[in-house]
């Protein structure tokens, strides 16, 4: 039997592609939710739009310091295994719940699957690096998304036996549910018009948690509001540490987190989109639409390099200059991100347990 793990809200849609293709295949599986993310808006509504099954079972971890939300996934997800003794755990990503559902089958000597492998932002200040690399020296068998992945593998001396190059699963969702999305148009809820608004996500603790540097982000975002209606689904993380902020922005709409079609439909029609998210770099790329990602690095260089993202500096003014140049959208996807990512993930998975 198959475990697949998901925990956070971007797990979810890399995630579904794969649990569709094992049930399509007649695999037996089993689906666990850590519940690091709980809320209606942050994890329920996406099983419903992504089309897949309720997982079989939440541990219920929710919140709490790294330390604390780590470890209780640890306890819960042990006691899982060992009643249940899979042949092979799947993790996706880089949140908490991967890492620590990754250390428990390690140590009980089952083998992990990682989903998204290789993939380095070169700042250990990022959690989710901690848990990439973590994850990554515990897998037996690395999925990788994009070319960078396997030359960073290889620098850290991972056997090449056990990568693959497969693409990218959360654009196999996207490729599912891109035209239902659109149907949709979710921008006449909100008064706008296609091509006429920018998107704006932001939560990474660096960005949200300092009240200096949410500062100097806002007054960026206030002047590009001044030229472009800015919609702002704000994360629960951010509306808590500094959505005070935010809120004062003549220009720039505050709306609760949104659901899976919902945003990708927003997504799709946006003149510009601004994010610190991982997900939403590749997700832009893939839609042709230009994205300012308001960090210092990228673990994602593909879409430097051949999609629409372009690195921004934490600065006011820096902001509002590149949402006045953005770079034009591109018409070409990055290898493999061509909906049949979680196909080639299943076959490799196959031969495994064949073994
Ligand atoms: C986590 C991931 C991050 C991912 C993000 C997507 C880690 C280390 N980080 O960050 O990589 O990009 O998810 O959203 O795993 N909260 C709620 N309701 C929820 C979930 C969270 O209110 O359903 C609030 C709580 O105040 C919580 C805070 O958000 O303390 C942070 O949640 P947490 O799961 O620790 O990390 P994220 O910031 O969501």
């Known amino acids: 039997m198959i475990l697949n793990v998901v925990g956070a809200r971007p797990n979810f849609m890399k995630m579904a592609p794969l649990v569709l293709e094992l ?3 007649g695999l037996p599986q089993l689906f666990v939710h850590t519940g690091q993310h709980y ?11 992504l089309g897949m099954p309720r997982p079989d ?16 996934v640890m ?10 003794r899979p042949a092979l755990v799947v993790v996706a990503g880089d949140v908490n719940s991967t890492l620590a559902c990754a250390l428990v089958a390690a140590k009980l000597e089952v083998a992990v699957a990682h989903l998204e492998a290789g ?9 989710e690096e901690v848990n990439r690399v973590l994850t990554d020296h515990l897998a037996e068998l690395l999925f990788v998304t994009e070319p960078s992945g396997l030359a960073n593998l290889e620098r850290e001396g991972i056997d090449a036996r056990r990568v693959a190059f497969v693409g990218n699963t959360m654009i196999d969702s996207l490729v599912s549910h891109r035209e239902r999305a659109l149907a949709r148009e979710p921008w006449r809820a909100y008064g ?18 300092d009240s200096a540097m949410a500062a100097e982000i806002a007054r960026g975002l206030a002047g590009v509001a001044e030229e ?7 994360h629960p993380r951010t509306r808590e540490r500094s959505g005070e902020l935010f809120s004062r922005i003549a220009g720039l709409r505050l709306v609760e987190p949104l659901g899976y079609l919902e945003f990708l439909g927003l997504m799709a029609r946006a003149r510009l989109v601004l994010t610190d998210s991982g997900g939403i770099q590749e997700e832009t790329t893939a839609l042709g639409v230009p994205c300012l990602t308001l960090r210092e690095n990228t673990e994602r260089p593909v879409t430097l390099s051949e999609g629409t993202n372009r690195l921004v500096a934490l600065e006011a003014r820096a902001i509002q200059e590149a949402a006045r140049a953005p770079r034009p959208g591109a018409t070409r996807a990055p290898a493999l991100w061509d909906g049949c990512a979680a196909a080639r993930v299943v ?5 495994f347990l064949a073994r």
């Open 192 to 209: 706008l018009e296609p091509g006429g608004y920018g998107l704006v996500t932001l939560h990474r603790p660096s960005n949200v948690d």
């Open 347 to 351: 076959d490799r998975l196959e031969e």
């Open 119 to 127: 993939l380095r932002s070169f700042d250990r200040r990022m959690p």
């Open 228 to 234: 472009l209606p800015l919609l702002f689904p704000i």
């Open 39 to 49: 809320d209606e808006r942050m994890s329920q509504v996406f099983f419903d739009e």
């Open 75 to 84: 306890v819960a997800f042990e006691r899982v295994l060992v009643e249940r």
């Open 23 to 25: 049930q399509r295949r």
């Open 57 to 72: 079972l939440d541990l219920g971890v929710g919140s709490g310091s790294h330390a604390e939300q780590t470890a209780r």
